[in-house]
Each structure stands twice: as C-alpha cells, then as structure tokens.
C-alpha cells in the first residue's frame, strides 16, 4: 500500500515536471495568438491569457477526475483470484 502511493507520487512529480518544461514549447506554437498579441495592448494580452486559462482548466480538471475515478474503481473488474474462467468452454 505505502510503495503504491510512492509509486503514484513520482508519477505525479514527474507529470508535473514534464507539463513544466513543455509551456515554453507549446507557447510559441500558435501563430495568431502571437500576431494579436503582438498588435494589441496591455488589456488585450491579458485577456488572451485569461482566455488561455479558461480553455485548459476544464479538460485538465476532466482527465484528472477520470484517471481518480478509473484508479479507485481498478479493482472491480479484476476477476477475483479463486474465481473459475468463464471463457474456458470455449
């Protein structure tokens, strides 16, 4: 049980550090956000920004709720261990 969640810790922490490293990247990849960016003021940057934040916290918060539910809910449909094959008459 304690090495699980070890192991569900590094996991994290290396997710973590892998969505750090990757926003560089990604930032520069959309050309339009860059030109109206480049040609607006001060409000309209951080409304972009805003806007950036919006769209990616409901997806994140989703996959985040789905792999919680999924790992709580992983042992449910693991055939017990004394439990006879059903597909063996096959």
Request: hydrophobic content about 50%; overall charge positive; proline content about 6%.
């Amino acid at each position: 049980m304690r090495e699980s969640r070890f192991r569900l810790a590094r996991l994290a922490l290396a997710g973590f550090i892998l969505l750090l490293t990757a926003v560089p990247a990604f930032s520069q990849s959309c050309s339009l956000c860059y030109t109206q960016a480049a040609s607006a003021g001060a409000r309209m940057i951080a409304a972009l920004q805003i806007g950036i934040v919006v769209l990616v916290i409901p997806p994140t918060l989703g996959s985040i709720g789905m792999i919680f539910v999924v790992y709580r809910k992983r042992n449910q449909v693991r055939p017990a261990a004394g439990a006879p094959d059903s597909d063996s008459s096959w």
